[in-house]
């Protein structure tokens, strides 16, 4: 095989026996490093550990992966075990942080860990798993990082150096296999120059047609159409039915291969796939989360086989998820940040833009931005197409469960691991102090709510070692005896709550049981007195509360109700939902592995995860008939 000049780089150094960082621009052919040491390692007779950020994307990996090298493959994401004692295992990073800080002896056979898209180590919400994974990562391995492009890779690789004392070495490559060339609709008119988008007091609305039609004359076809909402998505593609994208072989092609999909997946009664069926038909699709994820890969089928030319989707469609098209299109280049909207990271542009341009298809990518000259003036759009991308930044914030790993193994001196942190590492004095003294407070707060007595554990502190995210109430549950006590929907329901994130303002819409309604107060008094105690030693973000909202969808689901029906129970999107459920079986899985609870809880969890684990929400099922 040839390589390009960065890849072959890359694989000289690994080769060679060392840990590396890529920072290379989305398409760029990063996965052939990591195709590179996975076939090296099956020859040598050694491990490969896979990491990627999602699900979606661990399970496309497996698929890949395994049509390449069959049976060495196996995959563990929580909600997924194929295969798990496999030479090369593909896993999400929070598994794999797990693995280091619970059993790190089960990772001896591995020599090498491949961490997927590593630049999600400053994602606020989870990033931290990315630290605590490089931080203790077993000084047997070797890791090779992939990345979009990142500034600051010499100082990343240089942090890396520093706790594992081992060269890391940096390969960049700046320049894209397919160059983009961009342009703007403004005013309802496309233009290509930035200079010719101007400040105009009453604004010609942009239309969608417009844009489409000139990306016809133009050949702009096949194109992604990002938006930042599932609704928008949807309205925009049913917007464009006036359009038929395809001549009759193709449209052919596309109901029987829709069809036969269906089938495949138990789609054909499904509403959702009823109500897209006319927009596939014409080679039209939208893709999001609150998807069945089961219809989101039939989706992805069909993109991939170039049957539909313009797909409008959410940016999860731009992590590594293999869909080039010919064009990229921004709905906006604006988009919601944890708490507020603001204007897009370079980085997080590139992302989304570096899917235009398919690599040996196109001389050149295309990139449409639609702006609102009243929201966006153009030395922002200037700034966010041709500024320097974001620099990696460290968001540690250190869960309970993993400070409970760390006292058992290092004691009080558990507090000498925060300066080998890239927090650390990158900080001013003062940021260092508040990150020392947010895990001394946690530590205060464990010791004080007896999670650790007299230098060591107790049980509640065993047993919420392995509850990761949702320590404190799912342990006090543990403690005062109530998960001993509920049947398998209490336990489902439980797992359900604790897992659930409510949007802004969303009620439960259907009445709770008498037991769920016992359950949900009882939680909000041991809530109420965790977020007290928070509080009181300054701990933030505060523990989640549990939120009850799909607790008589749950029950339903365990009195195997059928899902369409367990749908009226909630307004929570049918995907987002099925991803909840997955969820509850993963935290059911960590109390069963918890090795203090009883044998009597073991057995009703594991009846309750059988129960829940059928039909749509059985991701196992959905990857082995894929």
């Known amino acids: 095989m040839i390589y390009d000049r960065f890849q072959q780089e890359a694989i000289d150094y690994i080769n060679q026996g060392y840990s590396v960082i890529v920072s290379a621009p989305t398409g760029a052919g990063k996965t052939a490093i990591a195709e590179h040491v996975i076939t090296t390692s099956i020859q040598n007779k050694i491990g490969v550990i896979y990491t990627a950020p999602i699900k979606a994307l661990s399970n496309q990996k497996f698929r890949d992966f395994q049509s390449q090298f069959?049976?060495?493959?196996?995959?563990?994401?929580?909600?997924?075990?194929?295969?798990?004692f496999a030479p090369i295992l593909i896993m999400?990073?929070?598994?794999?942080?797990?693995?280091?800080?619970?059993?790190?002896?089960?990772?001896?056979?591995?020599?090498?860990?491949?961490?997927?898209?590593?630049?999600?180590?400053?994602?606020?919400?989870?990033?931290?798993?990315?630290?605590?994974?490089?931080?203790?990562?077993?000084?047997?391995?070797?890791?090779v990082g992939l990345s979009a492009t990142i500034p600051n890779i010499k100082q990343f690789a240089s942090w890396i150096e520093s706790v594992h004392n081992k060269p890391v070495k940096t390969v960049v490559e700046e320049k894209r296999p397919v160059p983009l060339h961009f342009f703007f609709q403004c005013q309802n008119e496309v233009v290509d120059k930035i200079e010719r988008l101007?400040?105009?007091?009453?604004?010609?609305?942009?239309?969608?047609?417009?844009?489409?039609?000139?990306?016809?004359?133009?050949?702009?076809?096949?194109?992604?159409?990002?938006?930042?909402?599932?609704?928008?998505?949807?309205?925009?593609?049913?917007?464009?039915?006036?359009?038929?994208?395809?001549?009759?072989?193709?449209?052919?092609?596309?109901?029987?291969?829709?069809?036969?999909?269906?089938?495949?997946?138990?789609?054909t009664r499904e509403k959702t796939g009823i109500n897209i069926f006319p927009l596939i038909q014409r080679g039209i699709a939208y893709h999001h989360a609150g998807m069945l994820p089961t219809l989101k890969e039939v989706i992805e089928r069909l993109f991939t086989s170039?049957?539909?030319?313009?797909?409008?989707?959410?940016?999860?469609?731009?992590?590594?998820?293999?869909?080039?098209?010919?064009?990229?299109?921004?709905?906006?280049?604006?988009?919601?940040?944890?708490?507020?909207?603001?204007?897009?990271?370079?980085?997080?542009?590139?992302?989304?833009?570096?899917?235009?341009?398919?690599?040996?298809?196109?001389?050149?990518?295309?990139?449409?931005?639609?702006?609102?000259?009243?929201?966006?003036?153009?030395?922002e759009v200037t700034r966010i197409i041709f500024g320097k991308p974001e620099e990696v930044r460290s968001q540690l914030n250190n869960s309970y469960a993993t400070i409970l790993n760390l006292y058992e193994k290092h004691k009080e001196e558990l507090f000498k691991i925060y300066p080998l942190s890239l927090h650390y590492y990158q900080s001013r004095k003062n940021e260092q102090k508040e990150a020392l003294r947010l895990i001394e407070s946690k530590l205060k707060l464990l010791k004080e709510m007896d999670y650790?007595?007299?230098?060591?554990?107790?049980?509640?502190?065993?047993?919420?070692?392995?509850?990761?995210?949702?320590e404190l109430i799912l342990s006090e549950l543990y403690e005062q005896n109530i998960l001993e006590q509920l049947d398998e929907f209490g336990l489902g329901v439980i797992a359900a709550a604790v897992v659930f994130e409510p949007r802004k303002n969303q009620r439960i819409i259907s009445g709770l049981s008498k037991n769920s309604r016992a359950l949900k107060r009882t939680?909000?008094?041991?809530?109420?007195?965790?977020?007290?105690?928070?509080?009181?030693?300054?701990?933030?973000?505060?523990?989640?509360?549990?939120?009850?909202?799909?607790?008589?969808?749950?029950?339903?689901?365990?009195?195997?109700?059928?899902?369409?029906?367990?749908?009226?129970?909630?307004?929570?999107?049918e995907?987002?939902?099925?991803?909840?459920?997955?969820?509850?079986?993963?935290?059911?899985?960590?109390?069963?592995?918890?090795?203090?609870?009883?044998?009597?809880?073991?057995?009703?969890i594991k009846e309750t995860i059988r129960v829940i684990n059928r039909d749509i929400i059985d991701a196992e099922k959905q990857l082995r008939e894929g």
């Open 575 to 604: 995907g987002e939902v099925v991803r909840y459920f997955r969820m509850s079986v993963q935290v059911l899985r960590e109390i069963n592995d918890a090795k203090v609870s009883s044998y009597i809880l073991k057995e009703k």
């Open 523 to 573: 939680c909000e008094e041991i809530y109420e007195g965790i977020r007290h105690k928070e509080q009181r030693y300054r701990i933030y973000p505060f523990s989640k509360a549990p939120s009850f909202h799909l607790a008589t969808g749950m029950e339903g689901w365990l009195r195997g109700t059928n899902f369409d029906k367990i749908l009226q129970f909630t307004d929570t999107d």
């Open 452 to 470: 650790i007595y007299d230098g060591a554990l107790t049980q509640k502190g065993q047993f919420a070692k392995t509850v990761y995210g949702y």
């Open 92 to 143: 999400t990073t929070e598994i794999f942080r797990n693995k280091v800080l619970d059993e790190p002896q089960s990772l001896e056979r591995y020599s090498w860990i491949i961490f997927d898209e590593i630049h999600y180590i400053d994602n606020p919400e989870r990033g931290t798993v990315w630290e605590e994974s490089i931080i203790f990562l077993p000084k047997h391995m070797n890791l």
């Open 198 to 267: 101007k400040r105009i007091r009453f604004a010609k609305p942009n239309r969608l047609n417009a844009l489409i039609n000139y990306l016809r004359q133009k050949d702009g076809l096949p194109a992604i159409y990002f938006v930042f909402g599932r609704r928008r998505a949807e309205d925009l593609a049913f917007e464009l039915m006036a359009f038929n994208f395809l001549n009759n072989k193709e449209r052919s092609e596309i109901i029987s291969m829709y069809n036969s999909l269906c089938e495949r997946f138990d789609l």
């Open 306 to 379: 170039r049957l539909i030319k313009v797909i409008f989707t959410t940016e999860t469609f731009a992590l590594g998820i293999n869909m080039p098209s010919r064009s990229v299109i921004f709905d906006e280049l604006r988009k919601f940040y944890g708490r507020y909207v603001r204007n897009l990271k370079t980085r997080d542009f590139y992302q989304m833009a570096g899917r235009a341009g398919r690599r040996g298809i196109d001389k050149e990518g295309f990139v449409y931005c639609r702006i609102n000259p009243h929201k966006l003036n153009p030395q």
């Open 70 to 84: 069959g049976e060495s493959i196996g995959i563990l994401t929580g909600d997924v075990s194929i295969n798990p």
